[in-house]
């Protein structure tokens, strides 16, 4: 399943891959094409002059001896050709050649004794006067071999040249296409990520996602680059050798074909383990991420709570179980690498010494040397891609886990992303008889019935757990309600997608995130709508511009990660900007107030009181002393509206309200 899914990915450049499918082709032709050569030119031109000779008047590619002129039988013109024409043999013992008057066999061993040349067939002795050729002579005999060894020599260059440049072409292209694949799927995930439900990241730490994104497919690239790169290679590779050793001799071709079945025995067995071992180690890689990532982010609390050898055992404990499972893929990649190749060639070189030690080159053997040397060749050349396919199957079993990890996160089900647009709605707001739990059975929000017209503010107070957030949870659709209807200007929010819906709502957390940029980019978040005047403005409106009016650069400083240089007053004021310079008709403030210091929170109540004008605000505020002029204030106790009215009213009940103000003012009288 993984690997259909890794190869449909494949198919979205196919073109790439097909263009480098094809150069490879050509660079393996080339290179399987070369031993041959080598065996013509050993056979037909090297040891070529020991062949038949006739005595003739052709000039071309005659020989002079003794005053006659001989040309070897493969190079004879059959219209100048005398039938009554002796014929000469020329045969090789030892290091010499022997000129011989007559026609003989030239199969057979051979002995020289007494200047007379013994050969010796299976059947019958032949004893022949032989003449011992001096160096210069055989030169002369190996003259009209000199044309034909460098048309080959230059051919076996021009194969090497060829190959190297297609083997090149193919390298590129199939690396280009692994990234272009790696980019196209990575750009998937983090799309995908974009559009997953907010209920998904409630289980899932941050750093888990960005194992996926980053280490997973980078696994997967070595997969395109690596593995089927090799494995692609190896494939031409193999089957080119082997059409060539059976085109050469089809017993020693049967030989080396048994390399075939103990491959794939052993990848079955080597996939069994590596598969357990590589699920544990990826898994592990997550949680280390996951845990350093945790670290990273809570390290003031850590280092303030004195937490450093405890965080600092619990990752080694992580670190040491990801170890243990490396080594044992280590041991196992150990036995499938080298050693395992250095066998599989050791078995075929005995295979290869008995076939021909049991009589292939015996007195009957039509096995000459240059097929020899070009058996040496190519099993040579055989191991080199098995060797690296073998060598592959860690790397090819890593992608595959990896897959399975990054196609189990696409398979999760996403929400739609819908460009329609809408007009901007007035902002009325009804909770008809709202129920709603994070788990199923378990609800956290139990009849919430009220209503908030426009331009009206609503301010949701409560004790912790209480249920503010998770108003404004639903009411944003980050989650549906589970009964119940929330309805803005009349229509069902479930009817509107998520995105036209939040198009004209803007929100204020109480921890304010703040992008790696400027200022001005966190504002805008650079949405082309948002212009630079708007931006200036939304600053401005919420006194950002006396707050920040020290800053060196002004609105466009630089802010990093988080914007972890900026007091947190500073940033809640930004991100109360970004929600205006939207101009939203609902607008909400989550604890907007709560983390920032009297002096900006009289600089936001002032700016609020234009602002609200015309826009449905709803405020979560724990300081009592920030909704005194709301319209409607929320009461919430487990989940449930426990009081409703405003200010004053409230006040006159007596009842929870009226505590937490009260307390709020002891604390503040103290």
């Known amino acids: 399943m993984v690997g259909k899914r890794l190869f449909r990915y494949a198919l979205y450049f196919k073109g790439l891959i097909i263009a480098a499918l094809a ?29 038949h000779w006739l005595q003739t008047d ?52 051979r002995e020289v004794r007494d200047g007379k040349l013994v050969i010796s067939g299976t059947d019958r002795q032949t004893m022949v006067e032989a003449n011992k050729l001096s160096v210069n002579e055989v030169l002369s005999f190996y003259q009209p071999e000199l044309p034909a060894m460098i048309k080959l020599l230059i051919m076996y ?28 799927m990575r750009t998937d995930i983090f799309a995908h990520v974009q559009r997953l439900p907010i209920r998904y990241f409630d289980d899932l730490p941050a750093g888990k996602v960005v194992a996926r994104i980053t280490n997973d497919t980078e696994a997967i690239r070595e997969l395109y680059v690596a593995v089927l790169s090799t494995f692609f290679t190896g494939l031409i590779y193999i089957t080119g050798i082997y059409i060539a050793m059976f085109f050469l001799d ?13 491959m794939y025995a052993w990848m079955i067995f080597y996939r069994k383990y590596a598969s357990k071992y590589n699920h544990v180690i990826r898994s592990k890689v997550s949680e280390l991420n996951a845990m350093i990532n945790e670290s990273i982010q809570g390290m003031p609390i850590i280092q303030a709570f004195r937490r450093e050898k405890q965080m600092s055992k619990e990752f080694e404990e992580l670190n040491e179980t990801h170890f243990q499972y490396q080594n044992k893929l280590l041991i196992l990649n150990s036995l499938s690498s080298h050693n395992f190749v250095g066998i599989l060639r050791n078995l075929v070189f005995v295979g290869f010494i008995w076939y021909f030690g049991s009589g292939a080159m015996g007195i009957q053997s039509v096995v000459t040397i240059g097929v020899l040397y070009a ?14 396919i073998v060598n ?67 301010a949701l107070v409560g004790h912790t757990g209480s249920g503010k957030s998770s108003i404004m949870n639903v009411l944003f659709r980050f989650y549906d309600c ?51 005047d708007k931006v200036n403005a939304a600053l401005k409106a919420v006194g950002a511009d006396h707050v920040l009016k020290n800053l060196e650069d002004g609105f466009d400083e630089r802010v990093v990660e988080k914007g972890s240089t900026l007091s947190s007053g500073q940033r809640q004021l930004i991100s109360f900007a970004r929600a205006l310079a939207f101009d939203p008709a609902i607008l909400i403030l989550d604890e907007a107030t709560s983390s920032i210091d009297t002096e900006t929170e009289t600089i936001i109540q002032e700016a609020m009181d234009v602002l609200k004008k015309g826009r449905t605000t709803f405020i979560i505020a724990h300081r009592l002393s920030t909704i005194k002029n709301a319209d409607q204030i929320l009461v919430l106790d487990r989940g449930e509206i426990a009081e409703r009215g405003n200010h004053e009213e409230l006040m006159k009940q007596k009842g929870k309200y009226y505590q937490m103000y009260q307390l709020q003012i002891g604390q503040k009288a103290m």
């Not at 072409?169 to 280009?176: A, T």
């Not at 058996?375 to 690296?388: K, T």
Request: net charge negative; proline share 3%; aromatic share 10%.
């Open 23 to 51: 150069m490879l082709t050509i660079s393996v032709c080339a290179d399987v094409l070369e031993p041959i050569i080598a065996k013509t030119l050993i056979d037909e031109h090297i040891l070529g002059i020991e062949d």
């Open 58 to 109: 052709q000039s071309e590619s005659s020989v002079k001896y003794k005053g006659n002129s001989y040309v070897r039988e493969r190079y004879l013109d059959k219209a100048k050709v005398n039938e009554h024409a002796s014929v000469a043999t020329i045969l090789q013992e030892g290091r010499s050649f022997y000129f011989i008057h007559s026609e003989i066999p030239l199969e057979g061993s």
């Open 157 to 184: 260059a021009g194969l090497f040249i060829i190959s190297a440049i297609f083997q090149y072409g193919q390298y590129f292209y199939l690396q280009k296409a692994a990234n272009r694949i790696i980019q196209k």
């Open 250 to 262: 089809v017993r020693l071709a049967f030989i080396c074909l048994a390399l075939m079945p103990i």
């Open 375 to 388: 058996y040496v060749d190519y099993i040579n050349r055989l191991f080199n891609p098995v060797g690296n």
């Open 392 to 458: 592959q199957f860690a790397n090819l079993e890593q992608a595959l886990v990896a897959g399975e990890r990054v196609f189990r996160l696409l398979d999760e089900k996403g929400e739609n992303v819908s460009t329609e647009k809408m007009g901007r709605y007035k902002g009325n707001v009804t909770f008809d008889h709202v129920y709603f739990g994070y788990k199923e059975g378990e609800y956290v929000l139990k009849d919430i019935h009220f209503e908030a017209k426009q331009g009206d503010t609503v």
């Open 482 to 532: 589970n009964e119940g209807e929330i309805r803005i200007d009349g229509k069902n929010i479930q009817d509107i997608p998520k995105q036209t819906l939040r198009d004209h709502m803007g929100i204020v957390l109480q921890d304010p995130y703040l992008f790696t940029g400027t200022i001005a980019t966190n504002v805008s978040l650079n949405d082309p709508r948002i212009t630079r």
